[in-house]
């Protein structure tokens, strides 16, 4: 995919934390290409950059270096205002944590109706939106309960509805499965197959599930701030007859200068540290250990 087509693209993304005198580099170099209407997740180990990204994505944060382009809008260059006008339009958020995304004391209903209130949309248009909403994740008979009448499940979904209520081209979710089981998971991600689907709105999941990527087309992993690598899953067979082998591909990201980010465990399994050397041959890249690391070692 190549940056004119993207809907989302991310090049060289770099975040610096600042707390007290120590600076923490949460995104080195990130780099991401989204199309318009793709449904694709961001997996990584705790601590890998996931959420940095993905509110930087949602406009909660700023990025300290880079480019972050979103449709239309630049993410780096935004005044107060756009960035109000950004989360407000275009994007929709659903948090982890159920209990982050709804309002206690209103039902499903009203929660859904609540930011189509804050953007000025007419009674009549919010209670029918939210009920079309409610309908599409599953929910019609559940307009008038309230959070805690609800199971964890069925309040990310009427989350889901939230975050869809002022039409957003994207939809950003960052680990929503995270306290559901395995199965409820797996509806949710579902869910967000079948509002992908239905509205067209690109989606971004953060998930900690490998499987997710029977769920997605694709999968990017971050690997220490960077994205590092992409799983493609193809479904052998229909996986409702369970069971289902699925054969999934990893490549790794070639970023905009070159760079290719070896993983760990093969740096490890091989014993590579400073140096490798690279050739051409039969039409691979062959990347292999040096024995100068060693000599290098012994002359100091
Ligand atoms: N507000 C902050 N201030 C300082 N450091 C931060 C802040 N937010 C994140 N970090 C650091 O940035 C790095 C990336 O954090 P991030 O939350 O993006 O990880 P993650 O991949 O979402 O992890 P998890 O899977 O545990 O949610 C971590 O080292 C974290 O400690
Ligand atoms: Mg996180």
């Known amino acids: 995919m190549n940056s004119e087509s993207s809907y989302i693209s991310c090049r060289d993304v ?16 990130l780099e991401l290409e989204v199309a318009r209407g793709e449904v694709m997740a961001i997996i990584g180990a705790s ?24 449709g239309d809008y630049d993410l780096l260059n935004m005044s107060s205002k756009q960035i109000v006008e950004y989360r407000r339009r275009e994007v929709g958020f659903v948090w982890q944590q159920t209990s982050r995304n709804l309002f206690p004391y209103l039902n499903a209903q009203e929660n859904v109706e609540l930011p189509m209130l804050l953007a000025g949309a007419g009674g009549r248009e919010r209670r029918d939106r939210a009920i079309e909403l409610l309908n599409l994740v599953g929910l019609g008979d559940r307009l008038s309960h309230k959070p805690a009448q609800l199971s964890g499940g069925e309040q990310q979904r009427v989350a889901i509805a939230v ?40 989606i971004v999941v953060v998930t900690h599930d490998p499987a997710v990527s029977q769920s997605v087309g694709r999968a990017v992993a971050i690997r220490d701030g960077k994205t590092s690598s992409e799983i493609r899953g193809r479904v052998s067979f229909d996986r409702q007859i369970g069971g289902g082998r699925q054969d999934v591909e990893e490549f790794l990201l070639v970023d905009s200068s070159g760079r290719v980010q070896i993983p760990r465990e093969m740096l490890d399994s091989l014993n590579i540290q400073r140096l ?15 024995n100068a690391d060693d000599e290098e070692g012994e002359t100091r």
């Open 163 to 202: 975050a869809l209520g002022n039409r957003p081209s994207l939809l950003l979710a960052d680990e929503p499965t995270g306290e559901l089981d395995t199965e409820t998971g797996q509806e949710i991600l579902d869910m967000m197959a079948t509002v992908n689907r239905e509205l067209g709105t690109t």
């Open 276 to 290: 490798v050397q690279a050739d051409v041959e039969d039409e691979r890249v062959r990347i292999r250990p040096s």
């Open 47 to 70: 601590g890998s950059g996931k959420s940095t990204l993905l509110n930087i994505l949602a406009g909660y944060d700023a990025p300290s270096a880079g480019l972050v382009q979103v």
């Open 14 to 29: 770099f975040k610096i934390y600042k707390v007290a005198d120590l600076e923490v580099v949460a995104l080195r170099g």
